[in-house]
Nanobody
Framework: QVQLVESGGGLVQAGDSLRLSCAVSTTITTFSSLGWFRQAPGKQREWVSTITDGGRPFYADSLKGRFAISTDDADNMIYLQMNSLKPEDTAIYYC?????????WGQGTQVTVSS
């Protein structure tokens, strides 16, 4: 069973930055895509960003230019750098890995942005 553990969330002010981390229990290069999702209170979970096994990143249109996804293949880590945070970025952030036949989620990390 693959385990994912997110960390790095917290309470910040608008305009601040945070870097979220996701530790994966197995070799991340075996997955076809690695990504981040978020779920705000009272809303459905939404896609934030994905990086493919070819290293190409994709972002939700509303987040382009502020968020950046990256990986450390040696340490099996997935990162999400979040800059210029806004109150509407408040959510639980989840990482997900996908190998086309199965997928795995982390437990989430809370990000709260105060105005």
């Amino acid at each position: 069973q693959v385990q994912l553990v997110e960390s790095g969330g917290g309470l910040v002010q608008a305009g601040d930055s945070l870097r979220l981390s996701c530790a994966v229990s197995t070799t991340i290069t075996t997955f076809s895509s690695l990504g981040w999702f978020r779920q705000a209170p009272g809303k459905q979970r939404e896609w934030v960003s994905t990086i493919t096994d070819g290293g190409r990143p994709f972002y939700a249109d509303s987040l382009k230019g502020r968020f950046a996804i990256s990986t450390d293949d040696a340490d099996n880590m997935i990162y999400l750098q979040m800059n210029s945070l806004k109150p509407e970025d408040t959510a639980i952030y989840y990482c997900k890995v996908d190998n086309r036949t199965s997928f795995y989620w982390g437990q989430g990390t809370q990000v709260t942005v105060s105005s």
